[in-house]
């Protein structure tokens, strides 16, 4: 079964730390994977996308690498803010124009 | 930027009754999706849509459930006879090949 697993479920850092989330898949042969932000309540936002080719992306203070061969990702944030505070999720892809499979995501909150 | 637009962002129906979910994808846009989120669970797939006929659906989109894209700008989700179980957030997503998805903002549907 294709699953997603992300871990931490939940991370609280101080306002300026550098951290990392971390997003794992059962299958690893991917065509992409998708990093987004999700604010309580709210929608989804695209933060980075990563095809299977590609080693990494970046965006700003963040960071996506991917290693497929050990069915990883993690998001990196650099020099957190307050603003940060939010679900990260990591899915999955796994043809072009297929479902997007979803990991539970990692509520962060970044303290002033 | 361009968005996907979700109508309405919140719904309160009876149980038995019929609701019927709008989205506007983005327009050059060809992959269109339906997702929904239950409180406090995983985003899930319900069903994707290519070249106007249904591409993949997952066992959650029985026959209560339906998808249309009326006109060359809407897309609707349909559920027949609305269960309390079927309380979350709705989300409409598309997709354009190379790009990764865009999400819309949610529709949250409670059945009472």
Known sequence: KQEVTQIPAALSVPEG?????????????????QWFRQDPGKGLTSLLLIQSSQREQTSGRLNASLDKSSGRST???????PGDSATYLCAVIYNQGGKLIFGQG??????? | EPEVTQTPSHQVTQMGQEVILRCVPISNHLYFYWYRQILG????????????????????????FSVERPDGSNFTLKIRSTKLEDSAMYFCASMKQGYGYTFGSGTRLTVV
Do not use: G, M, R, W
């Open chain 1, 75 to 81: 998001l990196y944030i650099a020099a957190s803010q």
């Open chain 1, 17 to 33: 730390e550098n951290l990392v989330l971390n997003c794992s898949f059962t299958d690893s042969a991917i065509y992409n994977l």
């Open chain 2, 41 to 64: 669970q995983k985003v899930e797939f319900l069903v994707s849509f290519y070249n106007n006929e249904i591409s993949e659906k997952s066992e959650i989109f029985d026959d209560q």
């Open chain 1, 106 to 112: 990692t509520e962060l909150s970044v303290k002033p």
